[in-house]
Every structure is written in C-alpha cells, then in structure tokens.
C-alpha cells in the first residue's frame, strides 16, 4: 500500500503499476481531485470510501484520505545501475545501509539521497528494515525515482564495488577523519550504520575510511538519518567544487 497524497502522486507521475485507488468520501480537496484526474488519465480504478475504512487499512498512519494498492516495488539490479552511471558519463555515488531497521529512517535516507542525486541505494536482504508503506510515505515518493538495490552479503558488495573502482566510506562516530577533511570526489559508495550499534565490525575494516560528524553537545550520534543527510550533502559540495 502506498498512503499519503505525496506518495499517491509521485507513484502516478512515475508510472508505478497501480491496481486501486481509494479516496476519503466527502474529501474535495484540491490535492485529492488532481490524485482522481491522474488515476482517471490512467484508467486506475478510484473507489471513494468512508475514512474509517483508511484508517482500518493503515492503522496509526496519517492517509491524508488516500491508500493506493501497487504492486511490490521493482528492486533495481547494481550492474545494470552501474551501465546506466557510466553511459551518462557521470561519477558513481551509492548509499549502503547496514543494519538500518527503522522505517522512518530507512524513507527519510531514500528521500535524502534522491534529492542529492545518487544513483541508488543498497540495502541488504537481512537485518534491514522493509520497503514497506511507511517507508515509501517517510520518502515523500521518492522510492519511485531512486534504483533500490536488494543485495545478500554486505562485504562481498563492497569488495565488488572496490574492484570497480569505489572509494568505500563508512560513517563511524569513531572515525580518526572528520567528513569536513575527508575527500569525497572519486566514485563513492557511503555506507550508514544502525543508531544502536553503527556500522558491523566486519563492513567496518572493509571500508577505506571510516569518518566522523563532529559533536560539540552533550549527546553523542546523530540520528542515522540526519548523519547520512549531512555526509551525502558533503558528497555533493565537493563535486560541485570541482566544476
């Protein structure tokens, strides 16, 4: 299920296999009549229903008055990603999550790293959180633009990346560099750990740096997906010094 007028919208405008559309009966607002033009343009079935029905389907979510059901999302392939970067003759920038369950922080990296312009988002089979409804809402839709990439064995993947050329960084509060003195200008493949426990032992001596946000609080991490917004943003300003 996909909940939220952003996500309704952003799935219609990029082609995502819907089945169904409910709407809140009664709802006229503006948003939810241009959800109900685009689903009509695209012959997707609109059923207006009362809001207790959304609010049965998606318990402790705010619908906003729309549920739209799609099919599962399509998990890109990483060689085919990698073709498609090297066509546009563009420098490669990847996310890898390890061990990031929570699926507020899982939608709001995928949204962070649409926004900044990576070229995909790595997350393995096991010990991740699901790409679920709320993931696809926290994202604001931007999991119907950014190559998701479902991968098995996290070090396995880093070693292939590091052969094709990736530079591996890994975000680690005891990091020897901070990400202000880190360079970041090759292709790169940043990996984001759990808040809890960070980034596993063994991903940590696979990457090739290991960089740390300065804290000068009290408290010492940042939110997982904070930390991953200011390091993919980091990313970007050093690029766009190179032009």
Same mark, same amino acid.
């Given at each position: 299920?996909?909940?939220?007028?952003? &996500?309704?919208?952003? !799935?219609?405008?990029? %082609?995502?296999?819907?089945?169904?559309?409910?709407?809140? +009966? %009664?709802?006229?607002?503006?948003?939810?009549?241009?959800?109900?033009?685009? +689903?009509?343009?695209?012959?997707?079935?609109?059923?207006?229903?009362?809001?207790? /029905?959304?609010?049965?389907?998606?318990?402790?979510? =705010?619908?906003?008055? /729309?549920?739209? @059901?799609?099919?599962?999302?399509?998990? #890109?392939?990483?060689?085919? /990603?990698?073709?498609? *970067?090297?066509?546009?003759?563009?420098?490669?920038?990847?996310?890898?999550?390890?061990?990031?369950?929570?699926?507020?922080?899982?939608?709001?990296?995928?949204?962070? +790293?649409?926004?900044?312009?990576?070229? #995909?988002?790595?997350?393995?089979?096991?010990?991740?959180?699901?790409?679920?409804?709320? *993931?696809?809402?926290?994202?604001?839709?931007?999991?119907?633009?950014?190559?998701?990439?479902?991968?098995?064995?996290?070090?396995?993947?880093?070693?292939?990346?590091?052969? =094709?050329?990736?530079?591996?960084? %890994?975000?680690?509060?005891?990091?020897?560099?901070?990400?202000?003195? &880190?360079?970041?200008?090759?292709?790169?493949?940043?990996?984001?750990?759990?808040?809890?426990? %960070?980034?596993? =032992?063994? /991903?940590?001596?696979?990457?090739?740096?290991?960089?740390?946000?300065?804290? @000068?609080?009290?408290?010492?991490?940042?939110? !997982?997906?904070?930390?991953?917004?200011?390091?993919?943003?980091? *990313?970007?300003?050093?690029?766009?010094?190179? =032009?």
């Amino acid at each position: 299920m996909i909940i939220g007028r952003n &996500s309704v919208t952003e !799935a219609l405008k990029a %082609g995502r296999s819907i089945t169904k559309i409910y709407v809140a +009966a %009664g709802n006229e607002s503006t948003s939810l009549q241009h959800i109900k033009e685009m +689903a009509r343009d695209k012959k997707i079935v609109v059923e207006n229903v009362p809001v207790k /029905v959304l609010n049965q389907l998606v318990p402790g979510n =705010r619908h906003q008055g /729309v549920v739209a @059901f799609a099919a599962a999302v399509n998990f #890109a392939d990483l060689t085919d /990603v990698l073709a498609a *970067v090297s066509e546009k003759g563009k420098l490669p920038f990847l996310i890898l999550t390890d061990g990031v369950e929570d699926v507020h922080n899982l939608g709001a990296i995928i949204r962070t +790293a649409e926004c900044a312009g990576v070229n #995909a988002v790595l997350i393995p089979k096991r010990h991740s959180a699901p790409i679920n409804e709320t *993931v696809g809402k926290t994202s604001a839709g931007a999991i119907e633009y950014i190559p998701i990439v479902q991968i098995g064995n996290i070090v396995q993947t880093l070693q292939y990346l590091k052969k =094709r050329g990736f530079w591996v960084i %890994g975000a680690d509060m005891m990091g020897k560099t901070d990400y202000f003195h &880190s360079s970041l200008t090759e292709p790169v493949v940043l990996v984001i750990g759990s808040e809890g426990k %960070g980034i596993s =032992r063994l /991903v940590k001596e696979t990457c090739d740096v290991l960089v740390q946000i300065p804290m @000068f609080g009290q408290i010492n991490s940042l939110n !997982a997906s904070v930390a991953a917004a200011l390091l993919m943003y980091e *990313v970007v300003r050093q690029r766009q010094e190179m =032009r």
